[in-house]
């Protein structure tokens, strides 16, 4: 989530490497369990560039579609098992609190993305301790899922972080075409434009800034007085397992 997954997608999708796009967001075939390879195999075939199939998805959407796999393949353990050339590309972004506010900000405005030719719309997102802490919570445990599963699996990813790889675009997608088995005999030179426009800004950095300041004050009175009965429901859910009632 909020890891240039867009951009990402759309620059390999215009070098010849599959559209990429989250295929497997929705169940398939969740009435029909005798379609459901049917249903598979069309999304594969359908969605090819050049004989290139690409999707990205989030760790429950893999989840999802592993338990839908298992339960109409004898034997069945993974993806790879079905994609036997299949490679594993993982995105992370090293600023887990602005990867948040990204979040957060689009949860606020329904914006998820914007292409450079989109009218900007107004930024009124408020800041929100509780809600951005609980998405920071919810990027580490989605990281520590993934990291799990390539263990468990041993499977060995290729990694992107997000500003490594946005800071030197021309060297990085280049190591990420080859990762991934290089252009197609006879293809123009790799195309480096990107799409999106980057909705990070002064806002954004001033809510880094807020959310560190408020992190340090956890367990001091101000903040506990500031927050109120918000965070008293929060302490109550994770120190009481407020969860069961």
């Not at 989250?22 to 969605?47: C, G, I, K, T, Y």
């Not at 050049?50 to 998805?57: A, D, I, L, N, P």
């Not at 353990?77 to 609190?97: F, M, N």
């Not at 468990?152 to 190591?175: A, C, G, M, S, W």
Request: proline fraction near 5%; aromatic fraction near 12%; include cysteine.
């Amino acid at each position: 989530m909020r890891s240039g997954s867009n951009e990402i997608c759309s620059l390999l999708a215009r070098n010849g490497l599959g559209s990429p796009n989250e295929f497997f967001q929705m169940p398939l075939s969740p009435d029909r369990p005798d379609a459901l390879l049917d249903s598979f195999a069309r999304v594969v075939r359908q969605n090819q560039i050049e004989g290139v199939f690409g999707s990205k998805m989030s760790y429950e959407h893999r989840a999802a579609l592993d338990e839908q796999l298992r339960g109409v393949i004898p034997g069945y353990r993974r993806i790879d098992d079905l994609l036997p050339r299949h490679r594993w590309v993982w995105l992370v972004r090293r600023d887990k609190i602005l990867q948040a506010i990204s979040w957060c900000r689009a949860e606020n405005s329904s914006n998820w993305a914007a292409t450079r030719s989109d009218n900007p719309k107004p930024d009124d997102s408020s800041y929100d301790f509780l809600h951005l802490l609980s998405r920071v919570m919810l990027i580490y445990t989605g990281e520590l899922a993934w990291e799990t599963y390539f263990s468990e699996n041993e499977i060995d990813p290729f990694i992107v972080t997000y500003e490594d790889f946005f800071k030197d675009l021309d060297r990085q997608l280049l190591r990420l075409i080859d990762y991934l088995g290089g252009l197609s005999k006879g293809r123009p030179p790799v195309s480096k434009d990107t799409t999106f426009d980057i909705q990070r800004n002064e806002r954004s950095y001033a809510m880094r800034q807020r959310f560190i300041s408020d992190l340090g004050r956890i367990g001091e009175r101000s903040i506990a007085q500031e927050l109120g009965e918000p965070l008293q429901r929060w302490l109550r859910f994770f120190f009481e397992r407020g969860w069961r009632g």
